[in-house]
T-cell receptor, first 112, second 114 residues
Framework: EDQVTQSPEALRLQEGESSSLNCSYTVSGLRGLFWYRQDPGKGPEFLFTLYSAGEEKEKERLKATLTKKESFLHITAPKPEDSATYLCAVQAAIQGAQKLVFGQGTRLTINP | GAGVSQSPSNKVTEKGKDVELRCDPISGHTALYWYRQSLGQGLEFLIYFQGNSAPDKSGLPSDRFSAERTGGSVSTLTIQRTQQEDSAVYLC????????????FGSGTQLSVL
């Protein structure tokens, strides 16, 4: 069974304090790994797609990396507006399989 | 442009009643997903529609849950004989053809079963 585990569950940082969120996964052949951001009361918002080990993607203060077993979301010099829950998801490379399997998320709080 | 629209935004019902949740996807998006999110939990896959293909219903938790998508656009998720454990946020998402894993989510319907 495909599984995604995110750590830590919650993380509090001071503004400007860089850190990383972890996403460990087991999947029967990886088609893609995805990061989403979710603000309270809203649906998740797409951030990145990673396809293969060694790949990296960047957007403003966020950088996502991928290995064969895990992905990291690095946050550099975060600002209070980066506070949100960050979700990781995988899609298996199985014929006809289109669902994304999500982790439980990391709730990130950036204090000014 | 308009995003994914879900209605109602909130629904309070009594145990045993039936409820219908509606999703209007982004125009032109061929794929439509339903997920649910319980308090403090991750997103749980329910069902997936792609064009005219048979839907993937593998995530529906019981036969009290059903969904349809009419004309390749609007979708309705129906829960019959609601139970308290059905209380959750029900999220709909759509995705354009070929956009692997890039889902556009609505804001969800908060369902409370008393």
């Amino acid at each position: 069974e495909d599984q995604v585990t995110q750590s830590p569950e919650a993380l509090r940082l001071q503004e400007g304090e860089s850190s990383s969120l972890n996403c460990s996964y087991t999947v029967s052949g990886l088609r893609g790994l995805f990061w989403y951001r979710q603000d309270p009361g809203k649906g998740p918002e797409f951030l990145f797609t990673l396809y293969s080990a060694g790949e990296e993607k960047e957007k403003e203060r966020l950088k996502a990396t991928l290995t064969k077993k895990e992905s990291f979301l690095h946050i550099t010099a975060p600002k209070p507006e980066d506070s949100a829950t960050y979700l990781c998801a995988v899609q298996a490379a199985i014929q006809g399989a289109q669902k994304l399997v999500f982790g439980q998320g990391t709730r990130l709080t950036i204090n000014p | 442009g308009a995003g994914v629209s879900q209605s109602p935004s909130n629904k309070v019902t009594e145990k045993g009643k039936d409820v219908e949740l509606r999703c209007d996807p982004i125009s032109g998006h061929t794929a439509l997903y339903w997920y649910r999110q319980s308090l403090g939990q991750g997103l749980e896959f329910l069902i997936y529609f792609q064009g005219n293909s048979a839907p993937d219903k593998s995530g529906l938790p019981s036969d009290r849950f059903s969904a349809e998508r009419t004309g390749g656009s609007v979708s309705t998720l129906t829960i019959q004989r609601t139970q308290q454990e059905d209380s959750a946020v029900y999220l709909c998402a759509s995705s354009p053809q070929g956009a692997l894993g890039k889902l556009f989510f609505g804001s969800g319907t908060q369902l409370s079963v008393l």
